[in-house]
């Protein structure tokens, strides 16, 4: 059956059918039509655009109030006459900064009550306590982005497998019923590719905010590792005075 011979049985129909027809899309009643599998996998992807926004949401307010409370910490870090003290009454809580200065100074401590004291040994293990500080940090913060970038590339063909389920069914239906009128291969086809725009919205917003969040993350970790040799500097030069 040529697609000509499939729009001149459509055109048959009159227009009582154009009457009939749905003046709009209506995804509900799309996914309610879809057969099982095609329910499914827009249910799995729903479910996915679910998560995918509550990681958005949940890590923007996050990062937003890390920020804050890392601005505010190393204001007042550099201020601070006793960095002791100033580290017991405000180097708590979910503060990025305050756990790198905690790992170099709970490092400096060790190393400057060793009996043999090597200062070029110490520096070493400064640098390095305060490095797996700031890349655990960074860890943190994105231990779940990961799941942004699995339903940025996945979603797109999860959905295209939902709408080649459908098509597949569509013409199956041709078949059984022996009639090729759009009427009958529209609504199938329609639920179908219902499920590949469900993929895109999930993928969409995912991969941008993938790459948008990467980039804080990046941002902190390289704030931190400056924090971290500023820190390290510093200790040097106490270092240098024992």
């Known amino acids: ?12 129909a009159g227009p009582a059918a154009a009457t009939n027809a749905p003046q709009h899309l209506n995804p509900l009643k799309l996914f309610m039509d879809a057969d099982i599998v095609v329910q499914v996998v827009m249910a799995g992807l729903i479910l996915a655009s679910i998560w995918v926004w509550t990681i958005i949401v949940s890590f923007s307010l996050r990062h937003a109030a890390m920020k804050q409370r890392c ?16 580290q017991a ?13 905690a790992a170099g100074l709970a490092e400096w401590r060790r190393s400057a009550g060793a009996k043999q ?4 040994g ?24 990961n799941f942004l970038a699995t339903v940025g590339a996945v979603a797109p063909f999860v959905g295209l497998f939902g709408t080649v389920w459908g098509i597949m069914n569509s ?14 291969v529209a609504p199938g086809i329609s639920e179908a590719l219902f ?12 991969v941008i905010s993938y790459n948008r969040f990467t980039h804080r993350v990046d941002q902190l970790e390289a704030r931190l590792q400056r924090f971290a040799d500023r820190l390290h500097a510093s200790l040097s030069r106490e270092l240098e005075g024992m």
Do not use: C, H
């Open 1 to 12: 059956m040529t697609l000509l011979a499939v729009l001149a049985a459509t055109a048959q």
């Open 71 to 86: 601005d505010a910490y190393e204001r007042d870090f550099w201020k601070a006459e006793n960095i002791d003290a100033f």
């Open 89 to 101: 009454e405000r180097g708590k809580g979910d503060i990025p900064s305050a756990k790198v200065a």
């Open 117 to 120: 004291f090597d200062k070029e």
């Open 122 to 145: 110490a520096r070493q293990r400064l640098a390095g306590a305060m490095d797996s500080a700031t890349a655990l940090e960074a860890e943190k913060l994105s231990e779940r982005l």
């Open 171 to 184: 013409f199956f239906q041709i078949g059984q019923q022996q009639n090729s009128s759009l009427a009958v």
């Open 195 to 206: 499920a590949t725009a469900i993929g895109l919205f999930a993928a969409i917003p995912a």
